[in-house]
């Protein structure tokens, strides 16, 4: 019975810790702003996380795997290309915002942690198999030809993760109207059965 309240409570740190992030940035946030934002102590966080990195690396595992599951609930019903396609235009930022700004921070921790690496090469691998079951569909259903989906599914989601760079860098309606169409040509060669 006990383990629920504190399961309870190591989420609403996290899902604080996650707000904070978004709101100040994941460099501009420190053990002080999350006991501050939540009106508790220090000593009553780290009787839940060993430490603030262990929170930060929590929380942003966290955020990362509902932005998934967010994406796979309402990929549900979709057609496979549908799906691909939905996939295509929620990575395609139209502006830079808190979101976005999260996870360029991450990525570049990632370059320079192991644990931030190993994070975001899992999240990516489980955004592939995502793709990769899209696409399994699409050859089940006759949509698509028999392929190998495990590449093209790396393939498109490397594709995308470069314009989305682009875009990150400069995000024109123009240049998200190109890699949407670069994008749609891309899985119209490597998928349809013509």
């Known amino acids: 019975m006990k383990a629920a309240p504190v399961e309870g409570t190591r989420l609403k740190i996290l899902e ?4 904070l992030f978004l709101a100040r940035g994941f460099n501009n946030v420190k053990t002080r702003d999350l006991t501050d934002h939540m009106g508790i ?3 009553h966080i780290y009787h839940y996380f060993a430490d603030w990195h262990t929170l930060r690396h929590e929380a942003i595992a966290l955020f990362m795997r509902r932005d998934i ?3 796979s609930n309402e990929a549900i019903g ?3 290309i549908e799906a691909l396609q939905f996939y295509i235009e929620q990575h395609l930022p139209d502006k830079i915002d808190d ?3 999260l996870y360029n921070s991450v990525w570049i921790a990632a370059a320079h942690e192991e644990t931030y690496s190993s994070l975001a090469t899992h999240i990516m691998n489980e955004w ?3 793709i990769e079951s899209f696409i399994r569909a699409g050859v089940i259903q006759g949509m698509f030809h028999d392929i190998d989906t ?3 599914a790396r393939l498109i989601g490397g594709a995308v993760n470069g314009y989305a760079d682009i875009l990150t860098v400069s995000p024109t309606q123009e240049l998200r109207i190109q890699a949407r169409e670069d994008l749609n040509f891309l899985i119209h060669n490597l998928l349809n059965k013509e």
């Open 69 to 71: 599951e967010n994406f």
């Open 99 to 101: 979101e976005w700004q």
């Open 41 to 43: 102590s220090r000593s």
């Open 150 to 152: 495990a590449r093209v």
């Open 78 to 80: 979709k057609s496979p």
């Open 128 to 130: 592939a198999e995502l």
């Open 16 to 19: 604080s810790a996650i707000s």
